[in-house]
């Protein structure tokens, strides 16, 4: 910023130049002084001239005049600088003299003493010094803009797209180091906060992977004990034959596998953040995926059904992670038979599964595919992650393929469009 001591040497700069310019058109307003000896003269040899009746310039004399008789003819013009009537000369401000012979006034001599151009003068020169005046704070203005530009706004807005970039992220943006400017000290604090914001995220990032790599090994550890413990009591259900022990066998069985279902979620969902969650397409029959969807009905909730016949580009081990989150969800929420409808559209080969429960409210529906989200009719039912759909769409738009969900008046739909095959691909 200009120190004080400028803008006061500026200001008695502009003073100093102020005064000069109006002592000097001060100065240029002197009117010029008549010679009143000439003027006597020229009335003395143009009253003698009248006399005689012939009328001339004499060469001493320093004014342009015109003789003019009382009916106004012209009887000398020294030159046309000179007026003509007494009507321009009152109007020039120039000199009327009346010719006198005897005691009679017999004409009229207008001298041009030259008033009114040195008052023309005067005019230009006030006009131009106030312009002068007004144009002379210009200089510095324009030199003091240029200096605010260089030295605070383009600094400004450097910092502005600076911190604009930093807050989306963008902390190698660079910002130039200069202390010449009213932000050169800011310039360096500012870096050394995009050093530590910099320090702080690549920490923050460690951390959270660091949690993720925890879950899913915890997640990876805890289903082999969990498998076990599946395994084991599905084979006492087998061996078992008093229903009361049956029954409490199939409580452990079905909690188990609500258990091994739940981690299966949480380690996929790790896996996807860590960007280890891969997915292999390969060619497979429809015929496969029914396979799947009977397997994946371990209550025998499902009515009758059957796939068109087509060859699909998927994940096999993927889509059954997928349909196996649908039925469990079905089961849990619906407590209801399962019904499959299939057919072949331009999507590629779409699967209905229809349950025959309460749905849920049509505000959640964009909701369902959200990380960590439960409907509001979960309160009262199985527990649940709120993972299920999640993953399943993740991993159906790997696949290149659909997943939606609707109300029915009758029920719940989650509708799969798995890709076809295409010759070429």
């Not at 000398?76 to 005691?103: C, F, N, W, Y």
């Not at 949690?211 to 969990?226: C, N």
Request: glycine letters at 6%; one cysteine or more.
């Amino acid at each position: 910023m200009i120190k004080k001591k400028w803008t006061l040497l500026f200001l008695v700069s502009w003073l100093l130049l102020g005064a000069v310019f109006l002592f000097r058109l001060f100065s240029s307003l002197e009117m010029p002084a008549i010679d009143m000896v000439s003027i006597n003269r020229i009335e003395k040899e143009t009253a003698a001239q009248w006399e005689r009746g012939t009328f001339f310039k004499p060469d001493s004399c320093p004014y342009d005049y015109t003789v003019a008789d009382l009916s106004g003819a012209v009887l000398l013009k020294t030159s046309a600088a000179a007026p003509e009537t007494m009507t321009e000369a009152v109007r020039r401000h120039d000199t009327v003299l009346d010719i006198t012979i005897g005691q009679a006034v017999k004409g009229h001599v207008f001298i041009a003493t030259g008033y009114d151009a040195a008052l023309l003068k005067a005019k230009k020169e006030l006009a131009f010094f106030a312009v002068l005046l007004l144009l002379l704070p210009m200089i510095p203005i324009l030199i003091y803009t240029a200096y605010l530009n260089h030295a605070v706004l383009k600094p400004f807005r450097r910092m502005k797209d600076f911190t604009r970039h930093i807050a989306m992220g963008d902390l190698d943006f660079p910002l130039p180091m200069d202390r010449k400017h009213v932000f050169g000290a800011f310039t360096e604090s500012f870096d050394i906060m995009r050093d530590q914001l910099r320090e702080a995220r690549f920490k923050e990032a460690e951390a959270n992977r660091s949690k993720k790599e925890l879950v899913a090994s915890l997640s990876h550890d805890i289903k082999t004990p969990v498998a076990s413990i599946k395994l084991t009591s599905e084979l006492l259900l087998v061996t078992e034959k008093e229903e009361p022990v049956r029954e409490r066998l199939q409580t452990i069985y079905q909690k188990s596998d609500q258990i091994d279902h739940l981690i299966t979620n949480m380690l996929q969902a790790s896996l996807d953040e860590l960007g280890e969650l891969t997915v292999n397409l390969s060619e497979a029959s429809s015929r496969l995926v029914e396979t799947m969807i009977r397997d994946a009905d371990y209550c025998g909730r499902i009515t009758s059904f059957t796939l068109p016949g087509c060859i699909l580009l998927i994940d096999p081990f993927r889509l059954e992670q997928v349909i196996g989150n649908i039925l469990n969800n079905a089961y849990k929420y619906a407590g209801s038979d399962i019904n499959v409808v299939s057919d072949l559209t331009e999507d590629g080969l779409r699967i209905e599964f229809m349950d025959y429960g309460k749905g849920v409210p049509d505000e959640e529906l964009p909701s369902l595919f959200t990380k960590f989200f439960r409907g509001s009719n979960s309160d009262k039912k199985a527990d649940g992650s709120g993972l299920g759909l999640y993953i399943s769409k993740n991993l159906m738009e790997r696949m290149g393929g659909i997943i939606e969900c609707r109300n029915r008046s009758d029920g719940f739909s989650v509708i799969l469009y798995l890709p076809l095959r295409h010759p070429g691909t």
